[in-house]
């Protein structure tokens, strides 16, 4: 077999191949975690909303999608029929994407206080009282343990929300 007095042999041009892609990774992954996300605006508290399974829930879950259409938060001490409408990362989903561990549907700054109820609107509304207090320049966390029905019309999912847990601030 005779060779181009220019050319490598095959094995050095695969190296530098892997070499390229293995570096182009490197440069990917290390630039998102060298930059942290920027802080709320002042006087704000970013607010996270992920749901997820109830505990010990893997299996039998509902095929089809969930149409998220709002999310809405009560501060306390606002009238009652004053709610925060919040904007929404994620619009549609399906359960079987629980099982990965979470859908996250929120991440918004707010103004800083004392929050005391949230209310999910897919395919239905589902309301309940939280504990949820955001502190100025402080990121929070807020898991809703997430149940589906059968809704009305061509096996559209409803969406029911409970045990709302809290973490943070961080």
Known sequence: MTRDAGSRP?????????LAIILLGVREGGSSHSTPPPPPPPGHGQLLVR?????????????????VEAIELHRVGAAASTWVRLPLVRTEFAPAELLGGQVWVVDVPLPAGEYDQIRVQAGGRSQIAVALSLISGKWSILSLEAGFESGRGQGALRLTVSRPRTEGPY
């Not at 095959?10 to 892997?18: D, E, F, G, I």
């Open 10 to 18: 095959y094995r050095l041009q695969v190296a530098a191949l892997a």
């Open 51 to 67: 749901l997820v399974l109830p505990a010990g829930e893997r299996g039998g879950l509902p095929y089809g999608q969930v149409r």
